[in-house]
């Protein structure tokens, strides 16, 4: 196949074009920087410009490009730039794909499981209806967005991706390795985690099976709560963790509504249609999981 990959320098992005090429896939990378490879080709998102020409024997899209939700702090005109980095990227995207005579396949977009809002302690699937607050509103505009293209459309709702290149582990390590390592809030909301070698997994499996389409929860079987994770993260680095967390007011104060939206919600998400599909996880365990990438 010929996949074309946005948002490729990011910390996903590297790790799945080597997946497909190892794969024996052809890959073009969309770039916002000047073109530097014979298979890198500009695009301005946010101007609504991109080459057709680049879709030409295209077979399909992985659209992971998007502003850091963890960037900065959320200012009403970081939230702004959140929302348009994806929708204005997507409409982008779409629109050419709807111009062509021969479109591609399938249009894999990225989403996350804040889809769901704050969840609680309840198990869910992809079944589950939109939640409240920024997140959920911005990952609905952007799946709404990716659904406008007339083509299987697949909308990857991502847990939090452990990587030993940065990510979510990048600020939490230097914490944890002095043994500062605490509960958030309550510590009783879940996390819900995928290793990156599952998520990269995840996204070819969903690629190659054409079967697979609309929301697909990429997150690893066994969701734990936010306490859980920080012994468990304490144990794999082998130093003590604090035994009271940090109040969600210090949080909210010291994070804004970061810490409200991203941190102190509860995603208990489990991933039905990859293991209903047939996917095997690499890791089904979070102490296996963190030993892997650290």
Not at 2 to 8: C, D, E, P, S
Not at 230 to 235: E, P, Y
Request: a positive charge; glycine letters at 14%; proline letters at 6%.
């Amino acid at each position: 196949m010929v996949i074309i990959v946005t948002g490729g320098s990011g910390l996903l992005g590297p790790a799945l074009m080597g997946a497909l090429r190892e794969r024996g896939h052809e890959v073009r990378q969309l770039v916002r920087r000047p073109v530097r490879a014979e298979h890198e080709s500009f695009w301005d998102p946010g101007a609504g410009v991109v080459d057709p020409g680049v879709f030409d024997g295209v077979s399909g899209v992985v659209h992971l490009a998007g502003a850091s939700i963890a960037g900065k702090r959320w200012s009403g005109a970081y939230k702004r730039l959140l929302v348009e980095s994806r929708v204005r990227s997507t409409d982008t995207l779409v629109e050419a794909i709807r111009g062509l005579s021969v479109p591609p396949e399938v249009l894999v977009s990225a989403s996350g499981v804040d889809f769901y809002g704050d969840t609680g302690d309840r198990v869910i699937d992809e079944g589950a209806p939109l939640g409240t607050g920024f997140l959920a509103r911005l990952c609905e505009a952007w799946e709404g967005s990716a659904r406008g293209a007339s083509v299987r459309n697949v909308q990857l709702r991502t847990g939090l991706v452990l990587s030993g290149k940065g990510g979510a582990l990048g600020p939490m390590l230097p914490i944890f390795r002095m043994g500062l390592g605490a509960p958030l809030g309550s510590g009783r909301q879940y996390w819900s985690w995928i290793a990156a070698e599952d998520w990269v997994g995840s996204v070819l499996h969903v690629l190659e099976n054409r079967e697979i389409s609309g929301p697909v929860n990429l997150v690893g079987p066994s969701p734990l709560t936010n306490a859980e994770f920080t012994k468990t993260l304490g144990r794999a680095l082998r130093r003590p963790t604090m035994p009271i967390g940090v109040p969600g007011f210090a949080l909210e104060l010291g994070l804004g509504e970061f810490a409200k939206e991203a941190l102190l919600p509860s995603h208990r998400i489990v991933p039905k249609k990859l293991v209903d599909s047939g996917y095997g996880f690499i890791h089904t365990r979070l102490d296996q999981a963190l030993a892997a990438v650290l």
